[in-house]
């Protein structure tokens, strides 16, 4: 029984010699074969994870041109601005808009915003200063962007515009900034 038990205990401590058939040439074989694909799935992954990392944020645009023809018929327009005569008149001369000069009808302070009315609509404020001294300053009138057109009425016609271009340019960003997180932002 001792010379069994001698021969068991000896075959347990061959047995990994015994059952390693592969020498160290071989493991190294595989070795190099195991990290040369690796580095193979790694370079496919850093594609992935690059091409990932690329697509997190998306730009995306839209331009639309449209052309519109634009027809009114029996339309009230004015060529400009009602204004309330008496009021303005009353007002100027109390100084609210700055002092003017009672014999030359000029404004004291050439920073007023009555000197910057003067300055900019010459004709305008001739045919205001004009209206005051003769009496015939209308209770309301128009002050036109077109011209001198101190009693103007709005008029009615026709009024087309057989062209009416418009553009519209969007910019576009979505962005996935973490599973419960989207961005959409236009510009």
Aim: charged share 20%; hydrophobic share 40%.
């Amino acid at each position: 029984m001792k010379k069994l038990v001698a021969i068991c205990a000896t075959a347990l401590l061959l047995s990994p010699v015994a059952l390693r058939a592969e020498t160290d040439a071989e493991l190294q074989l595989k070795l190099d074969q195991m990290t040369k694909e690796l580095s193979e799935i790694s370079k496919r992954l850093d594609a992935t994870e690059k091409h990932t990392a690329t697509d997190r944020i998306q730009f995306t645009g839209d331009l639309r041109v449209k052309a519109d023809t634009l027809h009114y018929q029996d339309a009230t327009w004015s060529p400009g601005v009602a204004l309330d005569m008496q009021q303005f008149a009353a007002d100027t001369f109390s100084g609210a808009f700055g002092l003017l000069d009672p014999a030359t009808m000029q404004p004291l302070d050439p920073n007023s915003p009555i000197a910057g009315f003067m300055q900019q609509y010459p004709n305008h404020a001739m045919a205001f200063g004009t209206g005051v001294m003769t009496g015939t300053l209308p209770a309301v009138g128009y002050l036109s962007m077109l011209g001198l057109d101190m009693g103007v009425k709005p008029d009615k016609g026709d009024i087309n515009n057989d062209i009416a271009n418009t553009t519209r340019l969007r910019l576009n960003m979505k962005s996935k900034v973490a599973n419960n997180v989207d961005f959409a932002g236009r510009l």
